[in-house]
């Protein structure tokens, strides 16, 4: 759920060199050497250099945001807005500061974490951030809150954890010295990193973005940490799509994952081989965490059992994918509080990291797991639990999978995670949708939404078996 700060080129801002002909060298070299050339020429760099700036800032961005992205083909590159692209959010100051202090404040000793939490505005970073909050470790948020999909619904995550006490920076991971301030403020023992750019299908729509945060944003992150002293242990959301044409089932961590078959699972599986590198060099301990399909209250409205509820209630059409053949098209979704149990039980379990100002002094730890429910359920089913919960009939249309970067099935291998995490999720989909539907219902209607009331009374009483 991260983004860039205004500035920086990462890849999508770069042009391709090519070298040029020698003939064409001889006649720019002559061109080069007479006074007005030289001239013109730097003019036109100038402006070419600011022109590319002009591209690549947040707020050159003119297209809507993402979120409904099942269906466009054209490739653009968009800048999501961010809070500090958009108003004076800054951070630093010393009441700044004095709310990050007191918000690493450890309740809990003697073992008490103090945890830097990436993306904590975002679904499962504002659960696990309340998780560890409530048992009394010291937990910082960080959030650049970007409008990949509506930020209202981060801001009402943000007044929760606010609510319990756990103050949320505004910023970006890209944000270099923002990251070493809150380094220097605080002597994190952990970053639980979530911040991403989430999404299979938008990445279709909007390369960049996963490029800047999910490859560039977690360079950023394990920068800083290498830097600092002490070295936290790094806890981080990789995904079960990195999985992607891998055919073995169920997927266990030691099968390939060198097929993925979206550009987000390949920054992901990027991911997996950058952290390799940052342990080897230098010494941090890294532990991934592939999650399947995330669900439950408070949960990503781009995510299918989400839009899925709205247009269901709203009366609109949904579409479901199958395979070829009317194959059937299935995920191992996973309820939120499994999730946060497993994200916890890594941050308990990390090793600390064995480098000191930058600089290794011994192997660390390096760990990669599953964590998943280990039953899938065809979407089909998924939509008919949802019509029982919602005791509205929808308006189902089956279509074939586009070449989307979707994947037809995914199906969690744990005993690794059973075994190393002590994880065992304990929720089924039935009762984690009725969860789901429960908050949705009483959060869209509390807040106003005309949509949620709307599909209520217009079709609250029409039912499904
Ligand atoms: O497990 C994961 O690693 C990934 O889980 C989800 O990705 P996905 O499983 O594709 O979840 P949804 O986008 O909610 O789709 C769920 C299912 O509904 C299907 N679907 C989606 C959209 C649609 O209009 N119709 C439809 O049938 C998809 O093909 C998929 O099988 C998240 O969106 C990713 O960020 C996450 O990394």
New binding site residues.
């Given amino acids: 759920m991260s983004h860039m700060d205004a500035g920086v080129p990462s890849t999508p801002g770069k042009f391709k060199s090519e070298k040029p002909h020698h003939h064409h060298q001889r006649l720019l070299l002559r061109w080069q050497h007479s006074p007005l050339p030289k001239f013109l020429f730097w003019s036109l760099f100038a402006g070419a250099v600011l022109f590319s700036l002009f591209l690549i800032s947040p707020r050159s961005s003119s297209s809507s945001p993402a979120g409904h992205t099942?269906s466009s083909s054209v490739t653009e590159r968009r800048f999501l807005r961010t809070s500090s692209s958009s108003s004076s959010a800054t951070w630093g100051g010393r009441e700044w500061e004095k709310r990050v202090r007191s918000s690493a404040r450890v309740r809990r000793h003697p073992f008490g974490l103090t945890v830097l939490v990436t993306g904590a505005a975002g679904f499962v970073g504002t659960h696990v951030s309340n998780a560890l909050h409530r048992r009394g470790d010291g937990v910082v948020g960080l959030d650049n809150f970007n409008d990949y999909y509506d930020p209202s619904l981060k801001r009402a995550r943000q007044a929760l954890l606010s609510h319990s006490g756990v103050f949320l920076v505004e910023g970006d991971i890209n944000d270099g010295p923002l990251l070493r301030k809150l380094f220097d403020i605080v002597a994190f023992t952990h970053v639980l990193h979530l911040a991403a750019q989430?999404?299979?299908r938008y990445a279709m729509v909007n390369p960049g973005s996963y490029v800047h945060s999910n490859v560039a944003g977690l360079v950023s992150i394990l920068e800083a940490a290498r830097s600092a002293n002490p070295q936290p242990a790094i806890v981080w959301a990789s995904?079960?799509?990195v999985y992607g044409l891998n055919t073995q089932v169920p997927f266990s961590e030691s099968h390939r994952t060198d097929r993925p078959a979206s550009l987000y699972a390949a920054t992901k599986k990027a991911g997996e081989e950058i952290a390799h590198v940052y342990n080897h060099i230098y010494g941090l301990s890294i532990t991934g965490l592939r999650?399947?399909?995330v669900y439950g209250p408070w949960g990503r409205p781009d995510?299918?059992?989400f839009f899925f509820t709205r247009d269901i209630l709203a009366g609109k059409p949904i579409?479901?994918?199958e395979g070829p053949d009317h194959a059937t098209?299935a995920?191992d979704f996973t309820f939120i509080d499994d999730i946060v149990q497993g994200c916890i039980a890594s941050l308990d379990t990390a090793q600390k990291s064995t480098g000191s100002g930058g600089t290794k002094k011994g192997p660390a730890q390096l760990r990669v797991f599953n964590l998943g429910n280990t039953s899938p359920v065809p979407?089909v089913e998924l939509v008919s639990i949802l019509e029982r919960h919602l005791k509205v009939k929808a308006k189902k249309k089956v279509v074939k999978?586009p070449r989307n970067g979707?994947v037809l099935f995914?199906h969690a291998n744990i005993s690794l995670a059973k075994k190393e995490l002590g994880y065992r999720p304990t929720t089924n989909l039935n009762t984690g949708l009725k969860r789901f539907v429960k908050w949705y219902l009483d959060y869209y209607s509390s807040s106003g939404s005309h949509l949620a009331k709307k599909g209520r009374s217009g079709h609250g009483s029409s039912s499904s078996s």
Avoid: N, Q
């Fill in positions: 099942h989430a999404g299979v995904s079960s799509s999650f399947f399909t995510m299918a059992y579409t479901i994918f098209v995920r979407v999978m979707d995914t």
